[in-house]
């Protein structure tokens, strides 16, 4: 594909995600600092596509050739990090949802007085 043309595409998608995230932040469906990120992500992304000579600075702080390398590092590593964070919630879930249905098996085992059950 033609630098230019990435040049071109990689901002417009940016902003349909950030438009898009704006909306659910303004139904108060996003949080603020999720929305903050996101928009810093894309326009970090922005800044990236236009500017890749940039990106060898951040190369030579982790002493890799090329800034592409870099930058591609450190995505492998943050969505390593999310696959984690997401780990966690998911077993935190899971052990929540197995104590609530443990509660409502008791609460339904157990007689009510004034059921009208009378023996």
Same mark, same amino acid.
């Given at each position: ?17 950030v438009a ?10 996003l ?8 928009t ?11 500017? $890749? ?19 591609m ?19 935190r ?17 157990? $007689? ?8």
């Amino acid at each position: 594909m033609n630098l230019l043309l990435v040049k071109i595409i990689v901002p417009i998608i940016g902003l349909l995600a950030v438009a898009g995230a704006f909306v659910k932040w303004r139904r108060r469906e996003l949080p603020t600092g999720l929305f903050a990120g996101w928009t810093l992500l894309w326009l970090a992304i922005a800044l990236v596509v236009q500017l $890749p000579q940039k990106t060898d600075v951040i190369a030579q702080l982790f002493g890799i050739g090329r800034g592409v390398d870099a930058l591609m590092f450190l995505a492998v590593l943050a969505l390593i990090l999310l696959v984690f964070r997401l780990y966690l919630r998911v077993e935190r879930q899971e052990r929540e949802i197995t104590t609530l249905v443990r509660e409502i098996a008791l609460l339904k085992d157990t $007689p009510r007085l004034g059921s009208g059950n009378k023996e």
